[in-house]
């Protein structure tokens, strides 16, 4: 599984100068020339002032709106989710509605992560499909902020680029996840096999019986765990099992 490139920017609230740049980052990403456009030519989609924005939405009626949400020193934040082509080819992602239903499942994790609850929550979005890097861009905020606090952490990015990676391999992380189950029943059916060996009255000690796995098994399961925790997010890399 192919790391995917998320990255979240935001620019001091308090400076004169930020609600100006938000709306030329609009304009910018709207009017690319690989930026997909609907059947009336608009390339925005998203949701604010309580609705979901209209089809034939106009890039000047959004930026009038984020120019006054920027002027009440609201923190406008800026995201980037890219794929690399053949990923993208792959997963469904070379087309606008693949991009705008991965967004729509997952805003609302992203937003939690930066503090800004669901009922506040607005987000426009517009997808690029460059030639070698197909890519989103999306920028949400909270309509009636209460913090005028744009830091954005390492661990708030870690956590978003998670959010992201399962959204947009979801299917294919849920056959890890089955194979890996799958892995760590067999293991426990193995082992409870050999213990009940151990207990049968032929083979009964008066020590408690403790089985070792033979190093060749040892070998090939931990070979297994490693070839699914490199395919897993990194964040969920965790340690399945300990032998002795």
């Not at 040892?218 to 300990?242: D, N, S, V, Y």
Request: hydrophobic content about 30%; glycine content about 4%; proline content about 3%.
């Amino acid at each position: 599984m192919v790391k995917v490139i998320s990255k979240l920017r935001a620019y001091s609230p308090n400076k004169k100068d930020t609600p100006t740049g938000n709306i030329k980052h609009l304009y910018y990403i709207a009017t690319r020339t690989n930026a997909l456009t609907n059947e009336y030519g608009s390339s925005i989609f998203g949701y604010y002032n309580y609705r979901n924005l209209q089809p034939d939405i106009q890039k000047k009626e959004v930026a009038k709106y984020i120019k006054n949400i920027s002027q009440e020193k609201n923190n406008i934040y800026r995201g980037i989710i890219s794929l690399r082509e053949s990923d993208a080819i792959r997963l469904g992602y070379d087309n606008r509605n693949q991009w705008e239903i991965m967004i729509k499942k997952n805003i609302q994790e992203i937003a939690k992560v930066m503090n800004i609850p669901f009922s506040r929550l607005e987000y426009c979005g517009v997808v690029h499909l460059k030639k070698g890097n197909p890519h989103l861009h999306y920028m949400f905020w909270d309509r009636s902020q209460k913090i005028n606090r744009c830091y954005i952490s390492t661990y708030q990015q870690n956590k978003i680029r998670d959010i992201v990676t399962k959204g947009i391999y979801n299917e294919e992380l849920q056959e890890l996840y089955v194979q890996r189950d799958k892995i760590k029943k067999d293991l426990k059916n193995r082992d409870l096999v050999e213990e009940m060996k151990a207990i049968n009255i032929e083979n009964c000690n008066p020590k408690i019986p403790y089985i070792k796995i033979k190093n060749k098994d040892r070998k090939i399961l931990i070979g297994e765990f490693k070839r699914i925790a490199k395919m897993l997010p990194k964040k969920r890399q965790t340690c399945l099992c300990f032998f002795r």
